[in-house]
């Protein structure tokens, strides 16, 4: 994966770029190149109040958009089926109480099952 951010603009020359915070600008061979400065940002040790957007990058659309991290969660805790978050496509979580453990079926809860289960966008799924 690249982490390149592409952009097309048409410059007036003599053209000046100056990278900002976490945007390092390099000249080779007449051409400008934009590049990540990891090293720019803070490494955060533990997640403040609020809402937080983390920036994803999506090759299918080779774009990028904001999720907040809230919907990343901690897929390893074990929660119960009621305690499930709304089935957001994509999202994996980890139940104790299912009352099946067949593969794609619909996920119940009052069981004694841990099972693995992912999101549809409509409902949560066993898996």
């Known amino acids: ?21 976490g945007i390092d600008v390099t000249k080779q061979n007449g051409e400008y190149f934009l ?4 090293s720019d940002f803070p ?7 609020g809402t937080i957007y983390a920036l994803i990058f999506d090759p299918a659309t080779a774009q990028y ?8 969660g ?4 074990p ?4 305690t499930l978050p709304s089935p957001t496509r994509g999202l994996r979580r980890f139940v104790s109480d299912a009352t ?17 289960v992912y999101a549809t966008g409509t409902d949560w799924r066993i898996g």
Request: hydrophobic share 50%.
């Open 100 to 116: 099946a453990a067949t593969f794609g079926s619909v996920v119940a809860g009052g069981g004694a099952n841990a099972v693995p």
């Open 74 to 77: 901690d897929a390893a805790t």
């Open 35 to 38: 590049d990540l400065d990891y």
């Open 1 to 21: 994966m690249s982490d390149a951010i592409r952009l097309k603009v048409l410059p007036k020359f003599p053209a000046k770029l100056t990278g900002r915070a």
């Open 43 to 49: 490494q955060i040790g533990a997640v403040p109040a």
């Open 65 to 72: 958009s904001q999720l907040p991290i809230s919907l990343l």
């Open 79 to 82: 929660l119960t089926v009621a």
